[in-house]
């Protein structure tokens, strides 16, 4: 999926997931919240604190049993590999 802004609800609340990866294909100052749920609210699996400059692939591989949502702090340009 890709992503260049706001919350993005991956998978509804009680929803299964597996994220794979985060691909920062173009960053911004600002961060990334990743959610085990169907808002932007509950359980943090990660937040991803960026410079201006960071390229790159964060490897997760880890099951989500309640959703998974997405918020970009600021736009920028994110590829999540997810099932």
Known sequence: MHLTTGTNVLRAT???AWLHKIVINN????TITVYNNGAASGDEVAILTLAATD???FEY???LNNGLTIVLG???DVTV???
């Not at 960053?27 to 600002?30: D, I, L, S, V």
């Open 14 to 16: 009680g929803e299964e």
């Open 27 to 30: 960053a911004a100052a600002n």
């Open 55 to 57: 390229r790159g692939t």
């Open 61 to 63: 591989d880890v099951g």
């Open 74 to 76: 600021a736009s920028m």
């Open 81 to 83: 590999i997810y099932e």
